[in-house]
């Protein structure tokens, strides 16, 4: 399961709002970083074949069958900086992150 706050679940249904033919957005992992996986999410009008959906009001979370072993149980939040927004990531799974929390290891 991904795990997406209120803040989170409206930050997602703005950006869906705005694309047309949007259903949700796929959350992935890809290697970067200091620590070795990097977070992306990425706003999408369909999904894959082997894609892992979970259902929220108004959109879905589609994960790649492959990513999530990476991602189970990813809390994922807004952080507030001023007047800058922008999401974080709580992954159980990650051993270690890097300092500036946008990168991890397994």
């Known amino acids: 399961m991904i795990y997406l706050s209120e803040a989170a679940q409206q930050r997602v249904r703005r950006f869906v709002a705005k694309q047309a033919g949007a259903i949700g957005v796929r959350v992935a992992v890809k290697r970067s970083g200091c620590s070795g996986y990097g977070y992306d999410i990425e706003v999408i009008e369909g ?20 990513d999530l072993p990476l991602l189970q149980n990813l809390q994922i939040d807004v952080k507030k900086n001023g007047l800058n927004e922008s999401f974080s990531f709580d992954n159980p799974q990650a051993q270690s992150t890097c300092g500036c929390g946008t990168s991890f290891s397994i």
């Open 47 to 66: 999904l894959a074949e082997k894609d892992v959906v979970f259902a929220y009001p108004e959109f879905q979370v589609a994960v790649a069958e492959a």
